[in-house]
């Protein structure tokens, strides 16, 4: 146990010099940008669907992050923003076609706007839920919201399940008889102009591209969002809501961003979502997805924007990519595919467990995030160590400070 | 809309009936909460748990001729049964707050949370990919009748299990008021550094206190089997979030509190499902959470409780 965690922190600490810095980015940045290519030239749908998931997932999982790792509230009910975003997303996506057929300004095919139309007003229907659960339960205490707020999402889910407003089909999803969802303006353009021979630039390589730019646009955001007045009001509060109530903190404001602001990405997440796939129903949005977000940023590390994108990707491409793995051809031997479709199966129960385990070893995740880790786990040594020496040099500053008066 | 008696009757009873699964569930949550301040999030896989052993118990000792023999047999049999569902969970509950729970006790409140989900997912995908996916028949081996009650109809089992589940009730209320266990409780959940103190085995009586609420669960859980007719996997989810839902109403961490929220939540749902609408059924609970959370949120028979600093 000790060796893991004296590597994990070796990794940490290599990954924080600048060389290592670099070089993580450039692999990165390649396997992000030019493994998709790959994957399609080599006709391998499949993995370039699990890319984009992946993507969805970190777009969810970096908004929840706001929720609970920078303001510390457990949020059960992440899902029910995602949902909302998406069945709001197709609904007014057929209003927009509607209205676009006709105009001659957006060329042949103006119906293939309504995603780009929509999506800079996508994070509305998630902020709006967002507030509607945050107003009147955030003066709860923490545990208690996060009951709340699964409820909350099981709600949603009821709601969607039964026609709500006739808006959401039932069980049976969206779109219904009828209803058609466009392709996105660029899918078919990219499709024309970008494949070359064998290489078709396929629809979900052209998702996989949207959605990573979403992904940038949100680390860009939130990091700008931890630097600001409002995420040093989100960490102050978290710390001690009493204390940072009485530096000035509106607990209640900063909270109410919280939630608005972290409903915001779960309602472009579900967006963009609806409209790559281009079906959803009840059943992808159940607590059981609410649970996998909040697994991937306690597991990646609370607050932490590397440690959640990290657990995003662990926790949705490993079970896919072992299954994949083991039931390729070149190791058919290995595993029979009855097992290798099992290690999709006991994902769950591996989550589970290593939930357990993690707060018990390593309460701030895989790459926790400084001040983090700090607060879940003050008594590491060198920590102490170093805040003994903060504290005896500003006693002994105040002595000589002293002396002089 | 006319009212007619003989449904309101109906409803009532099958309220009250579910509303006693919930609250035996409840006063484990309330239990836990009282003690330790938190929200036991796999408390509602016990539920499930003890159908499984309640089950299997039954489906093992159904096999031996004698206890199908003659009526007292097969009460015994079903005395064995449960005793058996209940002691096994309430182990498990031991077991699962010695190693998820307390290494956790000085964390920030966060961990044991999430600990809990962790196991909650453990052993609901444990019961899934080692037991079955599907939803397994749950026998019932005597034979329930029914009695006409002023256009009502009321079945042995319904009064079977609000029976039992009022006997366990009083039980556990003069085992908490009466005895010296009782006591070290009831002081633990008051202070418990203080009673340490004093001289109270504080880890033995959280120990118990995870023994007794899961045993309660167990009872539930099986209750639940022989009035649905079957058990699954996530049995446990949609009852767990109601009898929670019932302690806090009750207000958390209050007994008397809990059994109150639970068969006041049993009872609003089977009105609600009969005048209202069945598919958001499992909507009201949460609605009555999010109300009595908001309006009053120490619960009806809590006193509200500034936060410590």
Known sequence: MAAIRNGLTAVNDFFSTRVGRILFFVVLAAITLFMPVFFQAAGNVFMVRIFALVGIYVLLALGLNIIVGSAGLLNLGYIAFYAVGAYAGMNLGFLVQELLVGLEFFGEAPENWSYWMLLPFAAIPGVVAGIAIGAPVLRLRGDYLAIVTLGFGEIVRIAITNDIFGLTNGASGLPGVGQTVAPAAGQLWARENLSTGNFIFSKDLFWYYVIIALVLFTIFVITRLDNSRLGRAWVAMREDEVAASSVGVNILTTKLWAFALGAAWGGIAGHTYAYWVGFISPESFNFMESVLIVCMVVLGGMGSIPGVILGAVLITAVPELIRAIATSPALSGLLTPEQAAAVGDYRFLIFGGLMVVMMAIRPQGFLPSKRRARELKPVDDTILAQENQQLWEAEHKHDSDSDII | ?309
């Open chain 2, 1 to 309: 809309m006319s009212v007619e008696l003989g449904i309101v009757l109906q409803q009532f009873v099958n309220g009250l009936t579910l509303g006693g699964m919930y609250a035996l569930l409840a006063l484990g949550y309330t239990l836990v909460y009282g003690i330790l301040l938190m929200i036991n999030f796999a408390h509602a896989e016990m539920f499930m748990f003890g159908a499984y052993v309640g089950l299997f118990t039954l489906q093992g000792l159904s096999q031996i001729p004698f206890f199908t023999s003659s009526g007292s047999a097969l009460l015994l049999l079903y005395v064995l049964t449960f005793l058996v569902a209940m002691v096994a969970t309430g182990i498990l509950g031991v077991v699962i707050e010695r190693f998820a729970y307390r290494p956790l006790r000085h964390a920030p409140r966060l961990a044991p949370l999430i600990s809990a989900i962790g196991v909650s997912l453990f052993l609901q995908n444990a019961a899934l990919l080692w037991i079955s996916s599907r939803s397994l028949p749950f026998p019932v081996l005597f034979e329930v009748r029914a009695f006409k009650v002023g256009g009502a109809s009321i079945s042995s089992m319904q009064i079977m299990i609000i029976g039992i589940t009022i006997l366990l009730m009083l039980v556990l209320d003069s085992f908490v008021s009466r005895t010296r266990l009782g006591k070290s409780m009831r002081a633990t959940s008051q202070d418990r550094d203080t009673a340490g103190l004093m001289g109270i085995d504080i880890n033995r009586v959280i120990a118990l206190t995870f023994f007794i609420g899961p045993a309660l669960g167990a009872a539930a859980g099986i209750f639940s089997g022989m009035y649905y007719g079957n058990i699954k996997y996530n049995m446990g989810f949609i009852p767990g979030i109601k009898a929670f839902t019932a302690a806090v109403v009750g207000g958390i961490g209050n007994l008397r509190g809990a059994m109150l929220g639970g068969f006041l939540l049993g009872l609003l749902e089977s009105l609600a499902a009969a005048y209202i609408s069945t598919g958001y059924k499992d909507v009201i609970a949460f609605v009555i959470l999010i109300i009595v959370l908001i309006f009053k949120p120490g619960g009806l028979l809590g006193e509200s409780v500034a936060e410590k600093v």
